[in-house]
């Protein structure tokens, strides 16, 4: 699934959620190279917990199975007020799941 493919159908979920009060923000393709890289990267700073050695980290990320997705960010205008939700496909099956993220507290 390419990145217009994506945003199509996520696009298709906020509306039938929405009708059209939203305005997307972003989208972004996930795969494990992509967390094994975030996680190198979380290596390299220190900020995995003191106790994990090396050969643990390693083991780790050689054992993440992770089948790409796509996540789609939105803003939401809801009756009182904006919030964000995001839609995220699984690649492979182009199932979808939907979530809004609550406000913080004022």
Excluded: C, N
Excluded at 20 to 36: I, M, N, P, T, Y
Excluded at 65 to 93: F, Q
Excluded at 95 to 106: C, K, L, M
């Amino acid at each position: 699934m390419d990145e217009p493919a994506a945003i199509a159908l996520a696009d298709e979920v906020v509306r039938s959620q929405f009708d059209g009060r939203f305005e997307r923000l972003s989208a972004s393709r996930v795969d494990a190279e992509a967390f094994k890289s975030s996680y190198e990267e979380d290596w390299r700073e220190g900020r995995f917990p003191a106790g994990v050695t090396e050969a643990e980290f390693r083991e780790f990320t050689q054992s993440l199975d992770i089948v790409p997705y796509w996540i789609v960010g939105y803003l939401l205008y809801l009756e009182d007020g904006v919030t964000v939700g995001s839609v995220i496909i699984d690649e492979a099956t182009g199932a979808t799941e939907w979530d809004v993220h609550p406000r913080p507290s004022e």
